[in-house]
């Protein structure tokens, strides 16, 4: 199925968002824009990575689909109903929809809450009433990421359990409620590398057998390939490049791509043997972005004169769409 | 005991008495390392690499039980020092840290260049106006501008700061640098910079490096050689170029192809199970009860077996 | 339950706290024999009580157990009545009158004299009252003639007030002069230890008229714990005491510190003004002068234990211990699980109190243990200077009215110390705990 013939589940439209700056809590101080001018579609069942630094803005686009941020311009269209518009009840029926696998799996699970309540609670939230189907559910869950049998872990509390366990668990909660699309979070840079490629497997497992979008954000490249469909590619709030999993690994047209590319290494002897071209500098400031391209300051193949003064449109080049001048 | 290498560790046990009972976190560490060379100890969590930071540098905490081995730094003996000749002659004198999440173990209310001045004016007994000309051209050594010398820490991105924590365990002039996970927390493109940096110190300042990670893809950019660490023992030493083509040990072997590769079309794998707790390792080869190549004579610990100048540790290679 | 089993074992390892416990299991105990052997409405009027209650206890007399400690022993304090058999009493009735003969022997076992000593007569007659000649018998052989005297229906015979007898026994008091050894030196005054007897003899004049008498020995010692001087049995404000402090201290800080948590928790969560708002608060109300309010609102208003009560956590909720609490939950607020609680729908009330709470009871918990005997000895130090409940027998009390009546300045120590020493034990035991629980729960809280 490609992408034409899926709908669209989320409609990410010139999304801003800026929190204020407030100087002792009274004086306002500017603005740091997080996301700043992000438009994307993801249909149902697809699988997406959101790839970029700290800082890039990814963990505040994420917070705002899951409706915890609200946009400050633009809209989050989910099967056209405006996220930041709704709230209350709306809002919490909008949140069963959407599952959430955070980063740390042991902070992600409430020390105090054993493995059974941990489950529970989003369906206790979302009003269901009824133990036995709680319960049933529950046992689904568990079966599903396979922590089985069920009863060896409902009682225990998430320090008893292996990371790899408690990652578990996180995805078991994030499904439970049977969503439509999941939020991952860096689901397993936490995790020691030879557990990370069985949780990844296990989403996918998951992904393909509910046919549930996914939004896998990492900033590890080497994972994308192995669970994504597409790519995006953010930097300082914007997205520079959108393409296809093989584009981007074989064909990477932004120059912060090709960094990337290049910064990421496989494993071989003779890496310590060559010294990696990388760009200088740091990612900027939110506060005051660069003018113009935000990443021109550090980037190889500035044209002057254009990349500091005006901002890219996104351009077509292949099978990806970047926004850089390098492609007009 | 050849004393043309640098590093020589053999045997190197540190168990920690806890409420539970002893943690047998380092047990029976070797490995060598020559001048200008870069080793990396490779291990997942729950390995006992963050101890073995401690013990090389004997940075320990107050419930030891054992701690015992023999490490030979430039041909002497380290582990009969006492404490006092220990610290004049060898913790930051010939052999110094960059401690986990160094970055974020800076003093926030002293200068980034006092705080690179201050091992120097310690160990060395150097005046002030000194150390911190010694910082400044450590500064340089590590990309960091020379004015960032009247920073404080808060000002400073982790990048920046991780490069300050490797100026201060270079101010002194070591032999040897131990870096525990100097690039968890960092961006690609950050931990890629910090590697060049790495790169051309081990060149330039002639000085070698012990690098503790789980990152294997990552260690590769340093490694002359690679030593597997596995519930606190060292199951293979190698070099680096025959390790990253073809690992000899069994958990070496998984360990590398649940490698995710960004450029290969190759499907990763992954362990099932987990390690062995280092409160009471199993007898035999702790790897066993992971391994899929396990046979009956592994419930003996097997020894080190030497293949042509590798080290490993399991009975496959049993003469 | 294998977490509170884990719970024990822990402070097993801490002996200090495993006495505080013993101590405290005790105090509880204690309070609940208390509370049922004697019944808060018997105990508040028994305090209440005037010499109705109290006739047959001495004044300011020492506890009984001090006689193991002194060489010489001092009396104690015994009765006889009549009128319930004690004593023999016979009667011989003819020709229209009734001869009454009672003898009360006794053994009085001590060197010392007695504090005082009282016939209380009651007598049944229409018309005609009953006349009694009384006598004393000593050990030594003397036979003393107390007095002769008619009696009405209720007649109290106190020996030390009738002059008659002062003049006869040559003005020696006659609790010294009929138990005096005459053999001893008169500089020295002892007593004879030995049988005594009284002898009542009475002639009632009618045929269904009668006379009992209850003889009281007034002795320097009573009870367990001594009296005051009201007469009243200190042990009842000793017992009492213990159920009134726990529930003051364990009302007080249980109620301030959940209140106070929850504040916290509110203000914290919701940030904005709602947090500006509370610190505020927080921030006058420790600058307010705590007991110089309670004092006025004792003053002025009530005195009470309830109000004073009420006052106190009112006082307390916006104490300086949200501070620290809010800089728990600022760092909680930030944990991940909260986040993804949000992400599914976790309304704010229910992450409040079922994610941000349970999350702060461990480091709640010591400081509350040891909030118990501060409040305890709020209660004592508010009733010292004056402002304490008016009825109820606390441990404060017995302090406040030994100091006054001058027991320290008369000896009578054991009417300030014991009271001080069980304020003591209390307070010692749960500082004991809180701290060993401090020791236990902060080290995990590390880990946040």
């Not at chain 1, 192995?226 to 296809?244: D, L, Q, T």
């Not at chain 3, 006379?211 to 009296?227: C, H, N, Q, R």
Request: proline content about 6%; aromatic content about 10%; charged content about 20%.
């Amino acid at each position: 199925m490609t992408d034409t013939q899926r709908e669209v589940l989320l409609s990410i439209q010139d999304l801003h968002v800026w929190f204020e700056l407030r100087r002792f809590g009274f004086s306002h101080a500017g603005y740091v824009k997080a996301v700043d001018g992000v438009t994307f579609d993801l249909h149902y069942g697809e699988t997406i990575a959101i790839v970029g630094e700290s800082g890039c803005g990814k963990s505040s686009l994420m917070k705002t689909i899951l409706g915890i941020n609200k946009p400050t311009k633009g809209k989050v269209m989910f099967k056209d109903q405006s996220i930041g518009e709704i709230g209350g009840e709306e809002l919490r029926q909008y949140r069963a929809q959407v599952g959430y696998v955070q980063q740390d799996p042991f902070g992600a699970l409430a020390p105090f809450m054993n493995i059974q309540r941990i489950l529970e609670e989003p369906l206790v939230i979302q009003g269901i009433k009824d133990p036995a189907e709680r319960e049933r559910r529950v046992r689904k869950a568990m079966e599903e990421v396979k922590l089985t049998p069920p009863d060896d872990f409902l009682q225990k509390f998430p320090h008893m359990l292996s990371g790899g366990q408690q990652q578990r668990v996180v995805i078991a909660r994030a499904i439970i409620l049977e969503p439509k699309l999941i939020v991952a979070d860096e689901p397993v840079s936490m995790l020691d590398a030879s557990v990370r490629v069985e949780i990844l497997r296990l989403l996918r497992g998951l992904q393909e057998k509910y046919q549930m979008a996914v939004i896998y954000i990492t900033h590890d490249l080497s994972t994308v390939r192995y669970f994504s469909e597409r790519v995006f590619v953010m930097y300082a709030g914007n997205m520079v490049e959108k393409a296809p999993v093989e584009s981007i690994v074989h064909n990477s047209k932004h120059p912060y791509t090709s960094a990337l590319m290049e910064a990421t290494a496989d494993p071989d002897a003779n890496n310590a043997l060559v010294y990696r071209e990388l760009p200088a500098g740091e990612p900027p400031s939110l506060v005051s972005p660069p003018a113009g391209c935000r990443f021109h300051p550090r980037c190889p193949k500035m044209i002057d004169g254009e990349c500091n003064v005006n901002k890219p449109p996104e351009f077509s080049a292949d099978a990806a769409v970047v926004s850089c001048w390098l492609y007009k | 005991m050849a004393s043309d290498k640098l590093l020589s560790i053999q045997d190197l046990v540190l168990h920690f008495k806890t409420q539970r009972g002893p943690v047998q976190a380092v047990d029976g560490v070797f490995f060598d390392l020559g001048y200008k060379e870069a080793v990396v100890v490779l291990g997942e969590s729950g390995c006992g690499k963050s101890s073995l930071a401690k013990a090389l540098l004997r940075l320990l905490p107050r419930n030891v039980s054992r701690y015992d081995g023999k490490v030979y730094l430039e041909g002497q003996e380290i582990m009969g020092m006492d404490e006092e000749q220990y610290r004049q002659n060898v913790r930051w004198v010939r052999m110094s840290l960059v401690p986990q999440a160094a970055m974020n173990s800076l003093n926030p209310v002293m200068k980034v260049g006092d705080q690179v001045a201050e091992p120097m004016m310690a160990h060395h007994g150097v005046k002030k106006e000194e150390a911190l000309i010694q910082a400044a051209k450590m500064f340089q050594h590590v990309g960091v501008p020379v004015d960032f010398l009247d920073r404080y820490a808060f000002e400073l991105s982790g990048g920046m700061r991780q490069r300050v924590a490797i100026a201060m365990s270079l101010v002194t002039a070591p032999a040897l640098v131990v870096l525990d996970e100097p690039t968890s927390a960092l961006d690609v493109l950050t931990q890629a910079n910090i590697f060049n940096v790495l790169k051309r110190l081990k060149k330039e300042l002639e000085v070698s490096f012990v690098l503790i990670t789980h990152d294997i893809a990552t260690s590769s950019e340093l490694a002359d050689r690679v030593a597997v660490m596995y519930a606190g023992q060292i199951v293979e030493v190698s070099d680096a170029h025959r390790f990253f083509n073809e690992p000899l040990h069994p958990y070496s072997r998984m360990l590398m192809a649940s490698v995710p590769r960004l450029r290969a079309d190759v499907e990763p794998d992954f362990i099932t199970g987990q390690p062995p707790s280092l409160l009471n390792p199993p007898t035999g080869c702790r790897f066993a009860d992971r391994c899929p190549k396990r046979f009956a004579k592994c419930s003996e610990e097997p020894p080190v077996f030497n293949i042509d100048g590798i080290q490993v540790k399991c009975w496959l290679y049993n003469g | 339950m294998k977490s509170m089993k884990r719970f024990f074992a822990e402070i097993a390892q801490y002996p200090s706290a495993v006495f505080g416990m013993v101590l405290i299991f005790a105090l509880f105990a204690f309070s609940l024999y208390t509370v049922i052997a004697l019944p808060y409405n018997e105990a508040i009027s028994l305090w209440r009580g005037d010499e109705n209650v109290w006739y047959r206890t001495p004044k300011v007399a020492q506890p009984r157990w001090i006689n193991w400690f002194l060489k010489e022993d001092l009396p104690e304090t015994f009765w006889f009545n009549s009128a319930n058999g004690e004593g023999t009493k016979t009667e011989e009735f003819s020709n229209g009158t009734n001869k009454i003969f009672i003898s009360m022997p006794f053994d009085y076992n001590s060197k010392d004299f007695p504090q005082e000593l009282s016939i209380y007569f009651t007598s049944t007659f229409e018309q005609k009252q009953p006349f009694v000649s009384v006598k004393m018998l000593t050990p030594d052989g003397r036979e003393i003639n107390i007095g002769s005297f008619a009696v009405g229906k209720t007649f109290t015979y106190r020996f030390s007030q009738d002059p008659k007898l002062q003049r006869r026994l040559k003005n020696i008091s006659p609790e010294q002069s009929l138990f005096m050894d005459l053999t001893a030196d008169p500089l020295v005054p002892q007593a004879v230890p030995g049988r005594y007897e009284l002898q009542i003899e009475g002639v009632a004049f009618e045929e269904n008229s009668t006379v009992d008498a209850e003889f009281i020995v007034y002795g320097k010692v009573y009870g367990w714990a001594g009296t005051d001087h009201r007469r009243r049995d200190i042990s009842i404000a000793l017992m009492w005491g213990a159920p009134i402090a726990l529930a003051f201290g364990f009302l007080t800080a249980i109620g301030t510190s959940i209140t106070t948590m929850i504040i916290a928790a509110f203000g914290t969560w919701y940030g904005g003004w709602i947090d500006e708002v509370i610190q505020r608060i927080t921030e006058i109300n420790l600058i307010l002068p705590f007991l110089s309010i309670l004092i006025m609102i004792g003053t002025f208003y009530s005195r009470s234990l309830w109000t004073m009560l009420v006052a106190v956590i009112a006082l307390s909720i916006f104490g300086g211990s949200i501070k620290g609490f809010r800089a728990i939950f600022l760092q909680i607020k930030e944990a991940p699980y909260v986040e993804a609680a949000r992400a599914y729908g976790a309304s704010n009330m229910r992450i409040i109190m079922q994610y941000l709470v349970p999350r702060i009871i461990p480091l709640l918990i010591p400081q509350l243990v040891i909030l118990i005997p501060s409040n305890v000895f709020l209660e004592s130090s508010l009733t010292l200077i004056g402002l304490g409940d008016p009825i109820l027998p606390t441990w404060g009390k017995l302090i406040q009215e030994g100091v006054r009546n001058g027991a320290l300045v008369q000896g009578q120590y054991y009417w300030v110390l014991e009271p001080s020493l069980i304020l003591l034990a209390t307070g010692l035991s749960f500082a004991l705990v809180g701290f060993s629980l401090d020791r236990i729960f902060n080290p995990r809280l590390r880990g946040m």
